[in-house]
């Protein structure tokens, strides 16, 4: 009787663990524009990730490792070569990917942030697949992650995505701005500040309740908190803020390096300075 109750307590979390976790469906037919989709490359902070500048490899052809309690993972080859590449890819998977976490291979690891990414679009997600699908093929594939067991059991992300994963599209916030919700959009999707400028729990999810207070490390990386009153305390206002997302300057005339550096270089510093305004409008926002 008793083995009986846990074999259906077991099925039934089998069940619950292992459901798809799959947001609204897509309009895939949209006709892409690349000239957009590379703007996007730019948004989404796609080259500070999957470009190993330190390593002189080519463009978009796999990052340098990102460490983290669960192993290294780095970041994957996304030119348009077939082979070590997503050349091969269909629109269809590609959304896949980036809305719900599912690529060809299985289920992605959210180091990947499609958390973030599944909050654009339509038109944009076919317009950075034809970007993409655009670029100049590299045919060296990026190098392996090192992720040790049990971590690297890909099925068990189906129960991460169950726990933590709600794959949505932006909803623009009533009674504010234009701007602001362009900058919480931002923010919050592509460009996906709140994934590293936020803590993360024991199974590296974000605490959402504590967005941009900061990550201390792990998963997310070492980060600052970027909420109104601690860039207030940093000496920030909207116009400074925007400002250092174009050349990488603080208030103070200190200068921001490491992965931030890298950040502003390949990606915010290329913005519109429309769009770094909303951002700054935004995380600004009493």
């Known amino acids: 009787m008793i083995l009986g109750v846990l074999a259906v307590i077991a099925a039934g979390a089998a069940v619950y663990f292992l459901k798809p976790v799959n947001g609204p469906p897509r309009d895939l037919t949209l006709v892409g524009d690349a000239t957009r989709g590379d703007y996007l490359i730019r948004l989404g902070g796609c080259v500070a990730c999957h470009t190993d500048v330190a390593n002189g490899k080519a463009f978009l052809s796999g990052g340098a490792g990102l460490e983290t ?5 780095v970041p994957p080859n996304i030119t348009s070569d077939p082979n070590a590449g997503i050349g091969s890819w269909t629109v269809a998977q590609f959304s896949d990917a980036m809305s719900n976490g599912m690529g060809p291979q299985g289920h992605l690891y959210p180091a990947f942030p499609y958390e973030n990414y599944t909050l ?15 670029t100049e093929p590299v045919s060296e594939p990026a190098a392996e992650s090192q992720i040790p067991f049990p971590f690297n059991i890909r099925l068990a992300m189906a129960g991460w995505k169950n726990l933590f994963f709600s794959p949505a599209r932006f909803v623009p916030e009533e009674g504010k701005s234009e701007a602001y919700n362009r900058g919480k959009y931002l923010a919050m999707g592509p460009a996906h500040c709140v994934a590293c400028h936020s803590p993360r729990n024991a199974l590296g999810a974000v605490q959402w309740d504590q967005a941009f207070a900061g990550s201390p490390g792990g998963t997310g990386g070492r980060a600052p908190a970027i909420t109104r009153d601690a860039l207030i305390g ?3 206002d909207e116009e400074t803020l925007a400002q250092a997302l174009l050349d990488g300057f603080t208030p103070g005339f200190d200068v921001l390096g490491g992965p931030m550096g890298e950040v502003i270089k390949d990606s915010t510093s290329l913005w519109t300075p429309e769009d770094r305004a909303a951002v700054a409008e935004y995380l600004m926002a009493e």
């Open 69 to 73: 309690p669960f192993g290294t993972f």
């Open 120 to 134: 654009m679009s339509d038109q944009e997600i076919v317009d950075l697949y034809a970007a993409l699908m655009a």
């Open 234 to 236: 940093d000496g920030y």
